[in-house]
């Protein structure tokens, strides 16, 4: 079996890479440079180009049996709409016309940002509204882009839509959501954010992934999350694991505005959003909790506890020296 992976650099399509290499799978990535040092070492075949290039998508299709697509332009921020959309959005038209050519059948991995918002007490399912979540480009983007596969499902495209939780755990190169491991780390902050989220292991959602090309159950979409727990909950883990000084604290509302407010106007000043803005504040301000029930009935899927996935991130990031 052959399977081209989309984003095999980042922290999801890595994991994956290794898992299908494990079970024996032919596996072909899409990237922007050869010498990512996050594939060295891996039998795998590469082709040069991105999402946004159809004709370097297309020739990375061919002969292909399935089309994981895990590349994505990730930012929460009111910055990069344009980018995210050419992404997200127009690469994700490009990979599904050459799956269509190809023949293939589709994975599109979004994120449960993209789904309607659950609350602390009653956690967000496949099938919640639309709404509730903060509407910078990096939401509207993935939530296009699963309308456009969803579209193509049924004009004859094979695929099944995952949205993953937060995930954490090793071959985090970038990093993306270690990123936040370290910070915590690194930066005594005695203030956590006021919401939560829902901790994944990225080896659980890989092999989530992989059991859907074994098994093709009936469903069409799929939440692989995990335990859901506020920040500061999360945070203190993180630093009980890291041996760093936990959170005090969650932060209340105005202190949210007024270091939201300060991060947008510091991306005025020097014409760069960074991880601190407005819209990640409120972001992080909710409860991202979500239920992963449908994915555990249909595929097995299981989330392994979330102070071993801190603890083996951790111990990558040391060992690959990034902490």
């Given at each position: 079996?052959?399977?081209?992976?989309?984003?095999?650099?980042?922290?999801?399509?890595?994991?994956?890479?290794?898992?299908?290499?494990?079970?024996?799978?032919?596996?072909?990535?899409?990237?922007?440079?050869?010498?990512?040092?996050?594939?060295?070492?891996?039998?795998?075949?590469?082709?040069?180009?991105?999402?946004?290039?159809?004709?370097?998508?297309?020739?990375?299709?061919?002969?292909?049996?399935?089309?994981?697509?895990?590349?994505?332009?990730?930012?929460?921020?009111?910055?990069?709409?344009?980018?995210?959309?050419?992404?997200?959005?127009?690469?994700?038209?490009?990979?599904?016309?050459?799956?269509?050519?190809?023949?293939?059948?589709?994975?599109?991995?979004?994120?449960?940002?993209a789904l309607g918002l659950g609350t602390a007490t009653e956690?967000?399912?496949?099938?919640?509204?639309?709404?509730?979540?903060?509407?910078?480009?990096?939401?509207?983007?993935?939530?296009?882009?699963?309308?456009?596969?969803?579209?193509?499902?049924?004009?004859?495209?094979?695929?099944?839509?995952?949205?993953?939780?937060?995930?954490?755990?090793?071959?985090?190169?970038?990093?993306?959501?270690?990123?936040?491991?370290?910070?915590?780390?690194?930066?005594?902050?005695?203030?956590?954010?006021?919401?939560?989220?829902?901790?994944?292991?990225?080896?659980?959602?890989?092999?989530?992934?992989?059991?859907?090309?074994?098994?093709?159950?009936?469903?069409?979409?799929?939440?692989?999350?995990?335990?859901?727990?506020?920040?500061?909950?999360?945070?203190?883990?993180?630093?009980?694991?890291?041996?760093?000084?936990?959170?005090?604290?969650?932060?209340?509302?105005?202190?949210?505005?007024?270091?939201?407010?300060?991060?947008?106007?510091?991306?005025?000043?020097?014409?760069?959003?960074?991880?601190?803005?407005?819209?990640?504040?409120?972001?992080?301000?909710?409860?991202?909790?979500?239920?992963?029930?449908?994915?555990?009935?249909?595929?097995?899927?299981?989330?392994?506890?979330?102070?071993?996935?801190?603890?083996?991130?951790?111990?990558?990031?040391?060992?690959?020296?990034?902490?």
């Amino acid at each position: 079996m052959r399977v081209l992976v989309t984003g095999a650099t980042g922290l999801l399509g890595n994991n994956l890479v290794r898992l299908l290499l494990e079970s024996g799978r032919t596996v072909r990535a899409l990237v922007r440079r050869q010498d990512d040092r996050s594939l060295s070492g891996l039998d795998i075949r590469t082709t040069l180009g991105s999402v946004e290039d159809p004709v370097a998508v297309a020739r990375a299709c061919e002969n292909v049996d399935w089309v994981v697509h895990a590349a994505g332009d990730v930012h929460i921020g009111w910055t990069g709409r344009d980018r995210q959309l050419a992404v997200n959005v127009q690469g994700t038209r490009n990979i599904v016309d050459a799956a269509l050519a190809a023949k293939a059948r589709m994975i599109h991995v979004s994120t449960v940002n993209a789904l309607g918002l659950g609350t602390a007490t009653e956690p967000a399912t496949e099938t919640t509204p639309a709404g509730g979540a903060i509407e910078c480009g990096y939401v509207t983007s993935k939530r296009l882009a699963e309308q456009l596969v969803a579209r193509a499902m049924q004009e004859g495209l094979s695929a099944t839509i995952v949205n993953p939780g937060f995930v954490l755990g090793p071959w985090d190169w970038k990093p993306s959501s270690g990123k936040m491991l370290l910070q915590v780390h690194h930066r005594f902050t005695p203030f956590a954010p006021r919401g939560g989220c829902s901790v994944c292991d990225v080896r659980d959602v890989a092999h989530g992934i992989l059991t859907l090309i074994d098994r093709r159950p009936a469903e069409k979409q799929f939440i692989l999350a995990g335990e859901n727990m506020t920040y500061l909950d999360l945070w203190t883990r993180i630093c009980r694991t890291t041996g760093s000084r936990p959170p005090i604290m969650r932060a209340g509302p105005f202190m949210c505005v007024i270091v939201g407010t300060f991060g947008d106007l510091r991306a005025r000043w020097t014409g760069r959003e960074n991880d601190v803005n407005s819209a990640s504040l409120q972001m992080s301000s909710q409860f991202h909790y979500y239920d992963s029930r449908r994915a555990e009935q249909a595929l097995g899927y299981r989330s392994r506890p979330v102070d071993k996935s801190i603890r083996d991130a951790w111990n990558w990031f040391r060992e690959y020296g990034y902490a």
